[in-house]
């Protein structure tokens, strides 16, 4: 049988565990998905014993994601990133690294048939989840400006990112009036009915994406609605790169309709 999990501390939240469960029990898969909680020291220790052990497969979340880039052999994007979040122990080398949160982004949005090759997008906040997205769009063809609390720091992730500028909130109605693809990637209206983007910046032209998807259906997402937009709920996001994870582990096509079945009945 073969043993994939997720790395963090705590997990205990997790909704990817019924999600893969869902894909292995669909195709007939001899595999089971758990939780790790390793302590922040012992990140390398946790990792190498799941490589001797012969897990197949880890997800990695908070807050090990940058520590075992330095574990891990990295692809390309992980490593421009500066994050992992998957790990695949197939071979007899070091184990790769993926970053599967930009990739998750990108087909959430082409599932609802959004464009993103020369299109002007804006990406609020510039953490990790703000960084991988930021790299993917800019990889797939579009402009990035990147709007964050504290400035310097989208200036800082806009240094590093194709085609980007780095700004802070206030610059956010200037950089809608033009924009087709918003992604709000920070935790603002999870805990609170409350919105980063000023709901008269929004307008029928763009396409918005919320990272949060507790609640699935934010304030930000019923103002750009109200305004005629295009709007992507954050459990598409968070369902495609749990599909990416299971498509590198097992070189198989994920179950996607199931997946997204078994993950929107957990929310």
């Known amino acids: 049988m073969d043993v994939y999990g997720l790395l ?10 019924p999600m893969h469960e869902a894909a292995y029990d669909e195709l007939g ?12 020291d012992d990140i390398g220790d946790a990792i190498r014993g799941a490589d001797a052990l012969g897990i197949a497969g880890l997800n990695v979340t908070i807050p090990f994601k940058q520590a075992v880039l330095e574990i891990v052999a990295p692809e390309d994007l992980a490593t421009r990133i500066g994050a992992v979040n998957t790990i695949d122990f197939a071979g007899s080398g070091p184990p790769t690294g993926y970053n599967t949160d930009a990739v998750g982004a990108l087909r959430a949005l082409r599932e609802h048939d959004i464009a993103l090759e020369g299109e002007q997008a804006v990406v609020v906040g510039a953490g990790g989840a703000g960084r991988a997205i930021a790299f993917g769009l800019a990889d797939a063809g579009a402009t990035v400006a990147i709007a964050n609390r504290t400035e310097s720091k989208a200036r800082d992730l806009a240094a590093a990112v194709p085609r980007a500028t780095g700004h802070g909130l206030a ?26 983007v000023p709901e008269d910046a929004l307008h029928g032209g763009l396409a918005v994406l919320d990272a949060v998807y507790s609640p699935l259906e934010t304030r930000l997402l019923r103002d750009a609605a109200d305004a005629g937009a295009t709007t992507v709920d954050g459990a598409w996001m968070l369902l495609y790169q749990g599909v990416e994870a299971f498509e590198i582990w097992t070189g198989q096509d994920a179950p996607v309709d199931v997946m997204n079945e078994a993950l929107r009945s957990r929310l």
């Open 8 to 17: 963090g501390n705590p997990v205990g939240h997790s909704l990817s565990p």
């Open 29 to 40: 898969l001899e595999a089971r998905y758990a939780t790790f909680e390793p302590e922040e």
């Open 171 to 196: 610059a956010l109605e200037q950089l809608l009036a033009d924009a087709d693809v918003l992604v709000n990637a920070t935790s603002v209206g999870m805990d609170a009915d409350a919105t980063p």
